[in-house]
């Protein structure tokens, strides 16, 4: 283990401002923690990349928040997950916690049994994905579906968009028509397109993502180390970004207290 102290912060990174979405679920559970983010969008999308390529960009990150004092670090990233994590566990002593599309739950759930999963090409295309659906019992018929362009439009502000929705239409709509009761967001980028996404599903489908089981995951672990922060303060809330900022502001919008910073890395 890494010689830190219960006062370090804890690291989290992404290919882009996605990883937001666990950061909010992390910042919710433990609110007393500094936390240090860093949203890696000048490399967006990693999900077109190849294996080792991913593994390169995440070693990068990781070092960078070693560097920045992480007591742990967060690949609030299934892409970056699925392809590097085994890597950086093999390679670095700090503990890691990852984020992979939360098929199982929703096929424990199911009624239909019918669940579809939108992921990027890296997430669905990776070993550890096809090892953990490969469990899934086989009367389960599991619709896979590359979310190829939304991580693009949401890291370009364009969430709300008319070529958003025609490529949500284009992705969810054979996933409608085989009657998928759960939706498994496998991309920590799509939670912000879940207002989009019910206007076309509607209300009945569930809608699953694995932000708060990592928030969880991330305390426990925490705890187990004897890492957690006990003292009761404010905390620091840091985000490194190396491209535009706008978007970031805007999705950060209700967290007045957050430091965002335009950085190379
Ligand atoms: N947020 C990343 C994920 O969870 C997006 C990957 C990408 O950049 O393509 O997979």
Redesign the pocket.
Known sequence: MINASSNNSIGIF???I??TSIWKEIHALLPNEDTVYLSDSKN?????KSKEEIIDLSIKNTELLIKEGAKIIVVA???ATTNAIQYLRNNYQIPFIG?EPAIKPAAIKTKTNKIGIL??K??LNSELFEHTSSKIDKHIKIIEQVGEGL?ELIENNKIESSEMSVLLKKYLSPMLEQKIDHLVLG???YPYLIPQIRKIIGEDIQIIDSGEAVAKQTKNILSNLNLLNKESKKSTTIFYINKDEVILEKILLNYPNSIIKKRDF
């Open positions: 992404d290919s882009g996605g990883g967006a999308p990693y999900g077109l990233c299934n892409t984020i992921a990027t890296g997430t991580v991309c920590t980028h």
